[in-house]
């Protein structure tokens, strides 16, 4: 059965029509427009980074052979030459041959990452009801602390970790406190938006007993804000993790030094048995504090 | 007048703590427990100042050294009017790399986001092969991407772009299959329904619901590289980190401030660009990410 749609006569689709057409070649006019500032711009930085698609094209062979490279053993194992061209996963003890000083590294880089997390939110914690709207009245306090946070997040926690290698000596000291400060910049911001959105009702109770600043934030705030808190710390730390793995190109402590020599001297087999370690361990961390987080946040919503 | 208010409460302070006994007197498991937990992560924190060799006479004195550091800092001052031009031109440099980074990230990223949505992929072995990709890419720091990169094309800033680009494949891959999945399927259902195919569904039904979303996560990522492009530098990846790490190893306090300045404000004013961008894009009412 056809059915008959109604049409519009003709004299009043037309204006319709063209003003649709008109519409979508605007449309595609600014699009192209933006296509067009973007290529530029693509151009002036590929001039600006010394791009060379040729010797890209050159050496991306080079790129992919180098993950053929690491994972397979070459002449450098000493007295075993029924090893070279083989894969690595041949003799898994040739291949992870410094397991335990790999392994002792890796808790300190772990170690590393918690010390600077757990010192970073610390601060944090102390820093972010001062740069809260609703709590902060005073707003020359809250400016220069948010002003400090965004210093500790901007600068990147390697230039802060080669500095205070200078001034604390080699070892992981400074990465801790590199990571540390950027914990408390990253942190100190995240919980200060969490403050800002708490219900306002125990504030207002609190003060309206007579409690002080302290006791508001401590009987009012702190019960509503503490789980995302730590909800944050946890998806800090895993970041933090990874950080910390890389402090040690910089002398900062860790895995890292064991990792830029192997690359730099080409220890092809060390390199993939501590990315492998590095990776796994990144893994195993995110799995864990994301079954934490989902049982926090299970936790807040039963309540 | 206030000490009989407070007279009256206190009086009333017996009667209340019987009437809510789980906030003035928690079962003892519960106290244990949370006692427990916070002595595990105390433990933890003064076993690991003992593990890493901290000692306070060394942090002290490294302490009153990083003062004298931060006086010397001051006033920022790049040294010469030639080293200054220098240092303008690498964090140029430095904003092209994390601006190429990110924009070649973004062309390979697209694809695989969609491969690795549950309601847009292939089939599943696709998908799962997808996620394991970016999560392995991701497992690794940016800087140890441009150290293998410095292996393969040679020192200098088109590394750098290969390291951003590499690492931000597996971000955002992960970002945009998280968006993909949790567009609205009515649309898709939509197009399908009248005689679409999949493509048509991908296209006309979760494409521009997630459009806007992919391009917000993608200016948030350029100024997130403009900070890590400011550090690969110093494996020779191009950028300002390699002179940043140079001053502060011939301890040129001045010209240290001065690059970290020049930072600062390069990262403040990419924050205000990306930020209006995205709400051009995005509208304001919309959560970015």
């Given at each position: 059965m056809p059915i008959a749609l109604p049409r519009l006569p003709e004299e009043r689709l037309s204006p319709l029509s063209d003003a649709y057409a008109q519409a979508v070649r605007q449309k595609r006019l600014s699009t192209l427009f933006l296509m067009a500032a973007i290529l530029a711009a693509a151009i002036v930085s590929g001039w600006l980074a010394e791009v060379h698609p040729l010797r890209f094209i050159q050496n991306i062979?080079?790129?992919?052979?180098?993950?053929?490279?690491?994972?397979?053993?070459?002449?450098?194992?000493?007295?075993?030459?029924?090893?070279?061209?083989?894969v690595v996963l041949h003799d898994l003890?040739?291949?992870?041959?410094?397991?335990?000083?790999?392994?002792?590294?890796?808790?300190?880089?772990?170690?590393?990452?918690?010390?600077?997390?757990?010192?970073?939110?610390?601060?944090?914690?102390?820093?972010?009801?001062?740069?809260?709207?609703?709590?902060?009245?005073?707003?020359w306090v809250r400016v220069s602390v948010k002003r400090y946070l965004e210093f500790c997040r901007t600068v990147p926690e390697l230039v802060f970790a080669l500095i205070f290698v200078i001034a604390f000596g080699l070892g992981p000291i400074p990465g801790v406190l590199a990571i540390a400060i950027h914990t408390m910049?990253?942190?100190?911001?995240?919980?200060?938006?969490?403050?800002?959105?708490?219900?306002?009702?125990?504030?207002?109770?609190?003060?309206a007993a007579g409690g002080s600043w302290l006791q508001v934030i401590r009987f009012a705030v702190v019960p509503q804000v503490l789980s995302n808190f730590a909800s944050y710390t946890l998806l800090r730390f895993e970041i933090n993790v990874r950080g910390a793995s890389v402090m040690g190109f910089v002398g900062a402590g860790g895995i890292g030094q064991n990792l830029i020599e192997a690359i730099r001297k080409f220890y092809y087999t060390d390199v993939s048995a501590i990315l492998v370690l590095i990776i796994a361990t990144v893994m195993i961390i995110d799995l864990l504090t994301e079954r934490l987080r989902h049982a926090l946040i299970g936790m807040e919503s039963k309540k | 007048m206030s000490?009989?208010?407070?007279?009256?409460?206190?009086?009333?302070?017996?009667?209340l703590a019987a009437r809510h006994p789980r906030v003035f007197n928690p079962p003892l498991t519960r106290r244990l427990a949370t006692l427990a937990v916070i002595a595990a992560l105390a433990g933890l924190f003064v076993y690991g100042f003992h593990a890493l060799g901290f000692s306070a006479s060394r942090f002290i004195g490294g302490l009153a050294q990083l003062g004298s550091f931060v006086g010397l800092m001051i006033p920022p001052s790049p040294g010469s009017v030639s080293k200054g031009v220098i240092y303008l031109n690498a964090l140029a440099e430095t904003v092209a790399i994390a601006f190429l980074g990110t924009l070649l990230a973004f062309f390979f990223a697209f694809p695989l986001g969609f491969l690795a949505a549950r309601n847009a992929t292939i089939n599943r072995a696709v998908q799962l092969l997808t996620?394991?990709?970016?999560?392995?890419?991701?497992?690794?720091?940016?800087?140890?991407?441009?150290?293998?990169?410095?292996?393969?094309?040679?020192?200098?800033?088109?590394?750098?772009?290969?390291a951003i680009m590499t690492s931000d494949i597996g971000n955002f891959t992960k970002l945009f299959?998280?968006?993909?999945?949790?567009?609205?399927?009515?649309?898709?259902?939509?197009?399908?329904?009248?005689?679409?195919?999949?493509?048509?569904?991908?296209?006309?039904?979760?494409?521009?619901?997630?459009?806007?979303?992919?391009?917000?996560?993608?200016?948030?990522?350029?100024?997130?590289?403009?900070?890590?492009?400011?550090?690969?530098?110093?494996?020779?990846?191009?950028?300002?980190g390699l002179h940043l790490s140079e001053q502060i190893r011939t301890l040129e306090w001045q010209a240290v401030s001065f690059i970290i300045v020049l930072i600062l404000i390069a990262v403040a004013l990419i924050d205000f660009i990306s930020t209006r961008l995205r709400l051009a894009i995005i509208g304001r009412n919309e959560v970015a990410v």
């Open positions: 062979g080079d790129f992919f052979s180098y993950f053929s490279r690491i994972f397979v053993f070459d002449d450098s194992v000493p007295g075993r030459p029924d090893l070279i061209g083989k003890g040739e291949w992870m041959w410094g397991i335990d000083k790999w392994l002792k590294l890796l808790v300190d880089t772990l170690l590393i990452a918690y010390l600077g997390t757990v010192l970073g939110t610390i601060g944090a914690f102390g820093l972010c009801f001062l740069a809260a709207q609703n709590l902060m009245p005073r707003r910049g990253a942190n100190g911001k995240l919980f200060s938006e969490v403050a800002e959105n708490i219900d306002m009702k125990p504030v207002e109770g609190v003060i | 000490s009989a208010l407070r007279e009256q409460a206190l009086a009333e302070a017996a009667g996620r394991r990709f970016s999560d392995s890419i991701r497992g690794v720091d940016t800087l140890i991407w441009a150290l293998i990169w410095v292996t393969v094309v040679g020192l200098g800033p088109f590394a750098g772009v290969l299959s998280e968006a993909i999945e949790t567009s609205d399927r009515k649309a898709g259902e939509g197009v399908l329904s009248t005689g679409g195919s999949r493509l048509h569904e991908i296209r006309f039904g979760i494409l521009p619901q997630v459009f806007p979303v992919i391009i917000g996560q993608t200016l948030y990522f350029f100024e997130s590289n403009t900070r890590s492009a400011t550090i690969i530098g110093i494996v020779g990846a191009g950028g300002i």
